[in-house]
């Protein structure tokens, strides 16, 4: 396997982190009971981890009855191709597995566990490249299990163990070797992924945990921290940057926050405010509006920069995750597994068609629900209920 290409969505929520793929000529409309299915799998095993797309291979995790396993499935018919262990089985009441979705560069996959282990390995089959255990990095397995996907700049992988040894560390993607561990920041991973941005010029990668956001340089070096001190219970959705402008969201009640950091990393706050209130399902920049779910408000629409509510749908989908592609949001609602295609707008929810993933698990633990993350790549969108996962056909 070579480089990710345009159509590929090579990590968690796509090539940027920013839950937008770039793919055009996809379907603006969808006909009754939802677009064409090209095939459907029983083969992911248990978890809520999303998906890698490269090329004709579909990578992402499950777990059988012991162990979690990295796999590679067949983009074409879903049939499995190899899996490679990571570790133990996370057990948990909001159900068992992975949660990490794995990163595909360079013929290479990195994945991480629900307990912190994490592999690197072959993405053509499967062979372990070199192994590391967060729990050996000074971390501790948070409440609901390890759930950042890695992140791969270049030739390194950044993850999050968090604890006294520095709550980011940094491996060597060919060796695993540790390159740094960032000791000036010492908070304790929660459910958030990195990501790297160019900061005027120079290279930062940001993280979010449950009191602090902040930004490092490529040696790992403490550039700038905010306090979120709207933190509590659980700290999950992916942070989004612009041109300086650094945008948080998290549940319980917790809200967003816009900063602004300047070139010399000083830190303003925007506002702070209870507009977006989302949990887990993630939120994304279309031009200058956030949009996802927002516990309470339902979907909305938020100005970027004042923090304004532009508007909000509450009765037509439930609670659930998103992701963007061609003018269109896919939003899947974690109760009843449907995903609505509607026009990325303004102007307020315009749907265009909608489809309820079927056939559905009868593994679902009685508290967990559809939780994992849409995802479109060449032509195609794959929804997940536990071991199943389906693809349908969504290009014109």
């Known amino acids: 396997m070579g480089t990710a290409?345009?159509?590929?969505w090579p990590t968690w929520r796509g090539t940027q982190r920013d839950g937008i793929s770039t793919e055009s000529g996809l379907l603006d409309a969808w006909p009754e009971g939802g677009p064409e299915v090209i095939w459907t799998s029983s083969d992911a095993g248990i978890?809520?981890?999303?998906?890698?797309?490269?090329?004709?291979?579909?990578?992402?995790?499950?777990?059988?009855?012991d162990s979690e396993y990295v796999m590679a499935l067949d983009a074409k018919t879903g049939k499995q191709v190899w899996s490679t262990p990571v570790g133990e089985r996370l057990k948990n009441g909001w159900g068992d597995g992975p949660r990490s979705t794995p990163t595909y560069v360079d013929g290479l996959i990195v994945a991480i566990g629900g307990r912190g282990g994490v592999v690197c390995c072959s993405a053509e089959d499967g062979a372990v490249k070199w192994k590391a255990d967060l729990t050996d990095l000074g971390g501790s397995v948070p409440f609901w299990g390890y759930s950042e996907s890695p992140l791969i700049d270049g030739d390194r992988v950044l993850v999050t163990p968090g604890g006294d040894q520095g709550t980011v560390v940094c491996f060597d993607l060919k060796s695993g070797d540790k390159i740094w561990q960032s000791s000036d920041m010492t908070e304790k991973a929660h459910y958030s992924s990195i990501i790297a941005v160019d900061h005027f010029g120079k290279r930062q990668y940001i993280q979010l945990t449950m009191k602090k956001v902040f930004g490092l340089d490529?040696?790992?070096?403490?550039?700038?921290?905010?306090?979120?001190?709207?933190?509590?219970?659980?700290?999950?959705?992916?942070?989004?940057?612009?041109s300086g402008s650094v945008y948080i969201t998290s549940g319980y009640g917790a809200g967003c926050m816009l900063l602004a950091v300047d070139a010399e990393n000083n830190v303003e706050q925007v506002y702070d405010n209870k507009v977006m209130k989302n949990h887990h399902g993630g939120v994304i920049l279309v031009g200058d509006h956030i949009y996802g779910y927002s516990d309470g408000p339902g979907w909305v629409c938020q100005d970027l920069q004042s923090g304004e509510m532009v508007w909000n749908e509450k009765r037509k989908l439930g609670k659930g995750a998103v992701a963007f592609a061609d003018g269109m949001f896919y939003c899947l609602d974690e109760r009843s597994g449907t995903c609505a295609l509607i026009s990325a707008s303004p102007e307020g929810w315009q749907e265009h068609g909608r489809v309820t993933i079927s056939p559905q698990t009868e593994q679902r633990a009685e508290k967990g629900k559809i939780w994992t993350h849409p995802?479109?790549?060449?032509?195609?969108?794959?929804l997940r209920d536990q071991e199943v996962?389906?693809?349908?056909?969504?290009?014109?």
């Open 5 to 8: 290409g345009a159509a590929d």
């Open 47 to 65: 978890g809520y981890s999303s998906f890698a797309v490269v090329g004709d291979r579909l990578f992402t995790m499950g777990a059988d009855d």
């Open 375 to 382: 995802v479109i790549a060449d032509g195609r969108l794959y």
């Open 218 to 242: 490529a040696d790992g070096r403490l550039m700038w921290q905010a306090d979120w001190p709207g933190g509590r219970t659980a700290v999950i959705p992916t942070p989004i940057y612009r």
């Open 389 to 396: 996962v389906v693809c349908y056909q969504i290009r014109q």
